[in-house]
């Protein structure tokens, strides 16, 4: 019964390796590689200038705006975030300047990070295979859908999971010697400087150092205290040095605690009572998966342990399968909120442990010739190319809703304005509010761990434009206010477009007579009363209105003239710029129909909003 249930993976383990085990490149297949490139670029260029704009990357684009104009991270700008992808991020954006397309500009740099992860993939396999071999892992792994379309985002983990992907290379293409072990571990050490979560692969990597004394007969054979602790030390120093270096820059620029609260303080959470709208991990049909994989990951570690392959290449081709596998494990397993841009960095290491897996197995040689066998790894790649393009919808450009928002910015607000968003989404304008409306944020909010004293502050320090919620709360991917302060800011605050500028309309309905109408100013600047057709003519105040003024806050009144059927208080400034509430409703790119769901997901869904809901605000 199992034979017959293993039969088809067999077979199929089989055909896909017979198809690289030669190193020989047929000239076909190198016509085809070149082809396959061609299409890769096309996708990529299509993915930069129409897929949508997740909300991390306006905020991330903003922190280097910020180090571009003079702003220090974690001070002036919360971030929770380790510095080195904005830094080296902020001259470019200093040179492309304050543009509308500059998201197409920041994207396009991620191109050339892809490519050097794509180098590092191609080492790593060629550290254990051959050429032929690492080339067409290298070409599977970067046209993993979720793996190809995130790191075209505008985002740190792009550069964190190059970093860890350089580091795995220099460490496993040799012997690890302590200069190799100090040039990994400077490498390790730009990579948490880049993202904190590569203590997950720092973790991952002293795990299955341990688990190789018991998969490696050859490891335990040769292994030497003194050599080991030398190479050890030679590690640690190179990964401590560069955030060293940091914490030295943090105390020099006062930002040292601000740094430890962002990066470190803010994303842990005390114990609460209450259910979390964070969903923990449970144990189902997923978690089943990534064991029975985990499993096959640990039999081809086995087995690679076992055989006697010299110089070393069979003890790092274990170790470096049991680190992908205790990576894996854990992600899958244990981590809190497993979002596109963490699952970003296992993708290529399950390449990794698959391809050497599967070559630890004994296969059937097949009678095809070689020219016949390599055809099925393009087919397989063509597969992996019609999900990615499945995904992409290239008809329907959703960033181009963000070219217009960033216009709309620009042209409504001077460099001095405070603007008000989630979490970044303005990019070239300072935040009145310290805090961005993420995931832990929006948490210590409900459990009253930090004040929300958003609204406040807007008013307190003047904000006049703010994002307009009622539309980005139903754009795809993008963040949104608490509840509590939306409803406020749509009591201060008027739509004119895809911002909102402080201001109300007065009425809306023609009125019967000429009676006195109150209404409240919340911030004392420079207004404008107007209607559909143009500048109000009613009384303001006692005083025939002339234009624009300003007014002091607290009640007002106006005193409509007859014609007059709609009239509302806007923020001089954006009137000027040709900005009003009584234009057409802004049309945004409409969202992709959501996948069907399965009833127990939707239950899930359903159960968690549920819990969410009945956190005290």
Same mark, same amino acid.
């Given at each position: 019964?199992?034979?017959?249930?293993?039969?088809?993976?067999?077979?199929?383990?089989?055909?896909?390796?017979?198809?690289?085990?030669?190193?020989?490149?047929?000239?076909?297949?190198?016509?085809?590689?070149?082809?396959?490139?061609?299409?890769?670029?096309?996708?990529?260029?299509?993915?930069?200038?129409?897929?949508?704009?997740?909300?991390?990357?306006?905020?991330?684009?903003?922190?280097?705006?910020?180090?571009?104009?003079?702003?220090?991270?974690?001070?002036?700008?919360?971030?929770?975030?380790?510095?080195?992808?904005?830094?080296?991020?902020?001259?470019?954006?200093?040179?492309?300047?304050?543009?509308?397309?500059?998201?197409?500009?920041?994207?396009?740099?991620?191109?050339?990070?892809?490519?050097?992860?794509?180098?590092?993939?191609?080492?790593?396999?060629?550290?254990?295979?051959?050429?032929?071999?690492?080339?067409?892992?290298?070409?599977?792994?970067?046209?993993?859908?979720?793996?190809?379309?995130?790191?075209?985002?505008?985002?740190?983990?792009?550069?964190?999971?190059?970093?860890? $992907? /350089? @580091?795995?290379?220099? !460490? %496993?293409?040799?012997? *690890?010697?302590?200069?190799?072990?100090? &040039?990994?571990? #400077?490498?390790?050490?730009?990579?948490?400087?880049?993202?904190?979560?590569?203590?997950?692969?720092?973790?991952?990597?002293?795990?299955?150092?341990?688990?190789?004394?018991?998969?490696?007969?050859?490891?335990?054979?040769?292994?030497?205290?003194?050599?080991?602790?030398?190479?050890?030390?030679? $590690? /640690? @120093?190179?990964?401590? !040095? %560069?955030?060293?270096? *940091?914490?030295?820059?943090?105390?020099? &620029?006062?930002? #040292?605690?601000?740094?430890?609260?962002?990066?470190?303080?803010?994303?842990?959470?005390?114990?609460?009572?209450?259910?979390?709208?964070?969903?923990?991990?449970?144990?189902?049909?997923?978690?089943?998966?990534?064991?029975?994989?985990?499993?096959?990951?640990?039999?081809?570690?086995?087995?690679?342990?076992? @055989?006697?392959?010299?110089?070393?290449?069979?003890?790092?081709?274990?170790?470096?399968?049991?680190?992908?596998?205790?990576?894996?494990?854990?992600?899958?397993?244990?981590?809190?909120?497993?979002?596109?841009?963490?699952?970003?960095?296992?993708?290529?290491?399950?390449?990794?442990?698959?391809?050497?897996?599967?070559?630890?197995?004994?296969?059937?040689?097949?009678?095809?010739?070689?020219?016949?066998?390599?055809?099925?790894?393009?087919?397989?790649?063509?597969?992996?190319?019609?999900?990615?393009?499945?995904?992409?919808?290239?008809?329907?450009?959703?960033?181009?809703?963000?070219?217009?928002?960033?216009?709309?910015?620009?042209?409504?607000?001077?460099?001095?304005?405070?603007?008000?968003?989630?979490?970044?989404?303005?990019?070239?304008?300072?935040?009145?509010?310290?805090?961005?409306?993420?995931?832990?944020?929006?948490?210590?909010?409900?459990?009253?761990?930090?004040?929300?004293?958003?609204?406040?502050?807007?008013?307190?320090?003047?904000?006049?434009?703010?994002?307009?919620?009622?539309?980005?709360?139903?754009?795809?991917?993008?963040?949104?206010?608490?509840?509590?302060?939306?409803?406020?800011?749509?009591?201060?605050?008027?739509?004119?477009?895809?911002?909102?500028?402080?201001?109300?309309?007065?009425?809306?309905?023609?009125?019967?007579?000429?009676?006195?109408?109150?209404?409240?100013?919340?911030?004392?600047?420079?207004?404008?009363?107007?209607?559909?057709?143009?500048?109000?003519?009613?009384?303001?105040?006692?005083?025939?209105?002339?234009?624009?003024?300003?007014?002091?806050?607290?009640?007002?009144?106006?005193?409509?003239?007859?014609?007059?059927?709609?009239?509302?208080?806007?923020?001089?400034?954006?009137?000027?710029?040709?900005?009003?509430?009584?234009?057409?409703?802004?049309?945004?790119?409409?969202?992709?129909?959501?996948?069907?769901?399965?009833?127990?997901?939707?239950?899930?869904?359903?159960?968690?909003?549920?819990?969410?809901?009945?956190?005290?605000?």
């Amino acid at each position: 019964m199992s034979s017959f249930l293993l039969s088809p993976f067999r077979k199929f383990h089989s055909a896909l390796l017979n198809a690289i085990s030669s190193p020989i490149v047929q000239p076909q297949e190198r016509l085809c590689l070149w082809v396959l490139g061609a299409l890769a670029a096309i996708l990529r260029i299509t993915a930069i200038l129409t897929m949508r704009v997740d909300s991390d990357e306006p905020q991330h684009l903003h922190v280097a705006w910020g180090w571009a104009h003079g702003l220090l991270q974690y001070r002036d700008i919360f971030d929770n975030h380790t510095p080195l992808f904005h830094l080296s991020m902020a001259p470019f954006v200093r040179l492309f300047g304050e543009t509308p397309c500059i998201m197409y500009y920041m994207r396009s740099l991620m191109l050339v990070i892809f490519i050097v992860m794509l180098f590092a993939i191609y080492g790593i396999v060629r550290s254990f295979l051959h050429h032929r071999a690492a080339v067409w892992a290298t070409v599977f792994a970067a046209l993993v859908p979720p793996f190809f379309l995130t790191s075209a985002e505008f985002r740190t983990d792009d550069m964190w999971v190059m970093w860890q $992907l /350089v @580091a795995l290379w220099v !460490l %496993v293409s040799g012997p *690890l010697t302590p200069r190799r072990g100090l &040039l990994g571990g #400077l490498i390790l050490g730009i990579s948490l400087g880049t993202s904190f979560k590569t203590t997950m692969l720092l973790l991952s990597a002293v795990v299955a150092l341990i688990l190789l004394i018991a998969f490696s007969a050859e490891f335990r054979r040769t292994f030497s205290w003194k050599k080991t602790g030398k190479t050890a030390l030679a $590690l /640690v @120093a190179g990964t401590l !040095l %560069v955030p060293v270096l *940091l914490i030295l820059l943090f105390h020099y &620029l006062q930002i #040292l605690d601000a740094a430890t609260y962002c990066i470190i303080k803010h994303s842990i959470l005390p114990p609460s009572t209450q259910p979390s709208p964070i969903p923990l991990k449970t144990f189902g049909g997923q978690k089943v998966l990534v064991l029975l994989i985990s499993a096959f990951f640990c039999c081809g570690a086995w087995r690679i342990g076992k @055989a006697p392959i010299a110089d070393g290449t069979g003890i790092r081709a274990t170790w470096l399968i049991l680190i992908c596998t205790v990576y894996f494990f854990i992600m899958k397993m244990f981590y809190p909120v497993l979002q596109a841009q963490t699952r970003l960095s296992y993708y290529p290491l399950i390449m990794f442990a698959l391809i050497l897996s599967l070559w630890a197995f004994p296969r059937r040689e097949e009678e095809a010739s070689p020219a016949v066998r390599w055809k099925i790894l393009p087919f397989l790649a063509v597969l992996e190319m019609t999900a990615i393009l499945t995904s992409l919808h290239p008809l329907n450009n959703r960033a181009r809703e963000t070219q217009l928002f960033l216009g709309e910015v620009l042209r409504l607000t001077d460099p001095t304005d405070f603007l008000m968003d989630p979490k970044g989404e303005t990019v070239f304008r300072n935040r009145p509010w310290y805090y961005g409306f993420e995931r832990f944020t929006k948490e210590r909010v409900q459990r009253k761990l930090l004040k929300d004293d958003m609204v406040e502050t807007c008013i307190k320090t003047r904000t006049c434009v703010a994002i307009n919620a009622s539309i980005t709360k139903n754009i795809e991917g993008a963040e949104d206010f608490m509840e509590h302060d939306r409803h406020l800011m749509e009591k201060i605050y008027i739509p004119v477009g895809r911002l909102s500028v402080v201001g109300k309309y007065i009425f809306h309905e023609p009125q019967s007579s000429a009676i006195a109408i109150p209404f409240q100013v919340d911030i004392p600047v420079r207004y404008a009363l107007i209607t559909a057709t143009g500048n109000a003519t009613g009384t303001l105040d006692g005083k025939p209105y002339s234009g624009p003024l300003e007014l002091s806050a607290g009640e007002h009144t106006y005193v409509p003239t007859s014609g007059e059927t709609s009239v509302a208080m806007v923020w001089a400034q954006a009137v000027e710029r040709g900005f009003s509430p009584f234009t057409p409703t802004v049309t945004i790119v409409p969202p992709l129909p959501k996948p069907s769901v399965s009833p127990a997901k939707a239950a899930k869904k359903k159960k968690i909003a549920a819990t969410t809901a009945k956190q005290p605000a």
